[in-house]
């Protein structure tokens, strides 16, 4: 087992990082004052892995009240955030009782933020069960609701008490839902890691084929990336915008093409994909730099050409991002395979030309 | 003009208490960056004061978008909050746009609320218009929306930039809303302020007759002591429960009439009573407490006898409440004017006597 900190003062917390750790009482139960806990799940989860986690937390004369939740991304809304307020209340929950979110990225956020807004906040602690989420959602505390005019725009900044990443639960995970994990693993070595970036060039085969070690390596080595980033800005003012390469532009494909129908990290690769193209076309990096980019995520199965929804509605779409300041649109670019920077340079026809090149089926290769 | 701050390190944040501050530009202006901001408000106070806050604003050039709610603790909901994510989305505001609540409690709860969401935050101003939430609600950055199932159940803790609380909008108060101010106001005197306590009773008519000089004195020193017990305990770890005096039985009055049907303060000076029931049942004050406390609500024009909901109900209203703790329901109990404390001393059975004895017309005197 791997552990990491992410260093916040008096909200600091650890990552646990192996595999079987959803069997082992002695990494939860320090955590746990009551006699009851709450895990937030969904129906697909919950058959997989909710029995494992009772059987740890009954060990030590814990129960479990679960709230099991509808799965996918379209259930991210109020109405379902909800249902965990109504269990939550239901059950008597008290301000100091612990939520445990067992899930992927979805189950995270909504837990997460239920937890943020229950009684004014109340503990949590996150399982995640997705390659996805243990690379990246569940650590460093950004919590929401997405909105019908924008992805995440409903939330909060909560940090958990701990996460557990149990990289068994990756056994189960459906192929497509891996690699769009991979998406977010690929994004740290593009912007802060380029030694990781090589790694993954050579290892990519390996994580596709559920390789334990390499997967607890490209798991650690990502939440590593990200702890330090989180701890050095934790509410998004400086360098953690950084961790949104290719978010921009993946969220206006996510809530243009209707929440669910692509996976985040799909959306994130094609997303990436034009960042890419734009700061080519800035002079920031060379058309090989952007062709090495492209291999890596269709290696990976991942999408590099982005849905034709029109230049026009890309641009409505991401005028809601939360980084946008006086009216203009702050992007994540690249200078390399390694460095990302946030940049205003570039103009709204730019833009409309990178997106416009990357939403045909030729792309650059 | 009086000038408060709440001590926070670097969430701090002034007060300004006065007459007339709604006109004052250099009060409002210093905080603003950007070129528009939105103002919450309700369809009560829009038509009084949003005019006179959009020409202050104006004259710095600052454009207002206004999101106009209905009025009432009835709306204190998901889909009214949801109405201002609407605005706040349609209008592209960013995570650095202000947001202004310019209303009584209510629309300060869910204008901080939506505050605390938006885009994981963006600042908010309070400019509370009524006496109680220029007392209380719009000082120490609680926020909520209320459940079927309890109110101020769903919220969060997070600090306005500044609260402007103009006297000369009291004006307008209707007197029931003024007289459910007065509840919150006299709570300062009885939890840790017994001289206050000894000038209310002095000088209850005049604040009842809109004395502006001693609106102004009462407005600002509870906001005092308001200011001290947030800057020792932000999130109500310790001492900011006291502030809750008479809320627990208070909370259960309004949900179970129905929101809206009693007035917060209404609730708190009935609940009040039932809390100094008890300590003289558990021996904590005397009778003659009991009743001084009695006669200044009766003159403030406050309810002394609470609902008849049935002592049932009431426990099961007040199983919910934030301060139970390992299923114990914590109170805030008097132990003399001026001295309250946080305990769970009591039975079941005193409690349930103690909402009997103040549910009966007769009642002690």
Not at 134 to 151: E, F, L, R
Not at 186 to 213: H, T
Not at 330 to 345: E, F, H, N, Y
């Amino acid at each position: 087992m791997e552990t990491l900190n992410v260093a916040l003062d008096e909200r600091s917390y650890p990552i646990h990082i192996g595999s079987g750790l959803l069997s082992r009482p002695e990494l939860l139960l320090p955590h746990i004052k009551q006699k009851k806990v709450v895990v937030v799940s969904n129906e697909t989860v919950a058959p997989l892995y909710l029995e494992r986690l009772c059987a740890t937390l009954a060990s030590g004369g814990i129960e479990v009240l679960p709230v099991i939740l509808p799965d996918g991304e379209k259930f991210k809304t109020w109405e379902t955030l909800n249902l965990i307020f109504d269990g939550l209340l239901a059950e008597r929950c008290e301000r100091s009782t612990i939520l445990i979110a067992l899930g992927g990225g979805v189950i995270g956020d909504m837990g997460g933020f239920a937890a943020a807004c229950y009684q004014r906040g109340m503990p949590f602690i996150q399982v995640p069960t997705t390659l996805l989420s243990q690379v990246d959602s569940s650590v460093g505390g950004k919590t929401a609701i997405n909105h019908p005019m924008g992805k995440n725009m409903i939330g909060a900044f909560y940090q958990p008490k701990l996460v557990l990443a149990d990289i068994l639960t990756l056994d189960t995970l459906p192929d497509r839902e891996l690699k769009a994990g991979l998406a977010e693993v690929i994004k740290y070595g593009l912007i802060r890691d380029p030694e990781f970036f090589d790694w993954l060039e050579v290892n990519l085969d390996k994580l596709l084929a559920r390789d334990q070690s390499a997967l607890v390596y490209a798991v650690q080595r990502s939440c590593a990336n990200k702890a330090e980033v989180v701890a050095a800005d934790e509410r998004e003012s400086g360098e953690r915008a950084l961790l949104n390469l290719g978010h921009t532009f993946g969220h206006a494909i996510e809530t243009g093409m209707g929440y669910g129908e692509w996976l985040h990290g799909e959306a994130v690769a094609a997303g990436t994909l034009i960042a890419a193209e734009l700061s080519c076309a800035l002079g920031w990096i060379e058309a090989p730099t952007v062709a090495r980019i492209e291999r890596i995520f269709v290696r990976a199965g991942l999408p590099v050409i982005s849905p034709a929804l029109g230049v026009d509605r890309y641009l409505e779409l991401m005028s809601h991002d939360k980084k946008v300041q006086d009216g203009k649109l702050r992007l994540v670019l690249l200078q390399g395979i390694g460095k990302a920077v946030v940049s205003d340079a570039a103009s709204k026809e730019q833009i409309a030309a990178a997106v416009e090149i990357r939403c045909t089926a030729a792309g650059r290769n």
